[in-house]
Antibody
């Protein structure tokens, strides 16, 4: 079945780095834009970044620009988010989702992975 | 402060009808971008509930309906059921980047 499974979350100190992964299955991964969306504890949803199907285009929310890098490997059906210079305000559940451009909805979501930035 | 504005909470009794509003501006909803809606049950990931303003994905009951006019959109839930208790988020685009509403908590009384 169509599925997205995130991994790589955990506890990291302020200023540290973490790399999230998202494994896709059940659809032709290389055909779709993919995104990362996060949700701080008790808060709403915040779009973080998207990447085009062939990796030609990426974009980021102002809150993470210059610190986070989105990438993908279509041979491995995988999406990544490299997070550097982490701050306390980056603490959130991070979801990968299919979509994020051309007015399209996020039609498939993963279960999320928790990132906690704390000393 | 979210780009799209939703009421923090709404409530209704079983069997009733409730609506959740999503107010934007001329740079997002008013610019012609579609509005999508997501349902997030407690402790779970969001799920697509409505896409392209008023289209239901397969499996979503026809008790859910969506509309859009001008710079606003609405999600209506009729014949309210206990299982509808959840957080609901609207989403659109602003200068081609995705934006979300702050979310609305629906309580079924």
């Amino acid at each position: 079945q169509v599925q997205l499974v995130e991994s790589g979350g955990g506890l990291v100190k302020p200023g540290g780095s973490l790399r999230l992964s998202c494994a896709a299955s059940g659809f032709t991964f290389s055909d779709y834009y993919m995104s990362w969306i996060r949700q701080a504890p008790g808060k709403g949803l915040e779009w973080v970044s998207y990447i085009s199907s062939s990796s030609s285009y990426t974009n980021y929310a102002d809150s993470v620009k210059g610190r986070f890098t989105i990438s993908r490997d279509n041979t491995k059906n995988s999406l990544y988010l490299q997070m550097n210079s982490l701050r306390a305000e980056d603490t959130a559940v991070y979801y990968c989702a299919r979509g994020g451009h051309h007015q399209l909805a996020f039609d498939i979501w993963g279960q999320g992975t928790m990132v906690t930035v704390s000393s | 402060q979210s780009v799209l504005t939703q009421p923090p909470s709404v409530s209704g009794a079983p069997g009733q009808r409730v609506t959740i509003s999503c107010t934007g501006s001329s740079s997002n909803i008013g610019a012609g971008y579609d509005v999508h809606w997501y349902q997030q049950l407690p402790g779970t990931a969001p799920k697509l509930l409505m896409y392209g303003n008023n289209n239901r994905p397969s499996g979503v009951p026809d008790r859910f309906s969506g509309s859009k006019s001008g710079t606003s959109a609405s999600l209506a839930i009729s014949r309210l059921q206990a299982e509808d208790e959840a957080d609901y988020y609207c989403q659109s685009y602003d200068n081609s980047l995705s934006v979300f509403g702050g979310g609305t908590k629906l309580t079924v009384l």
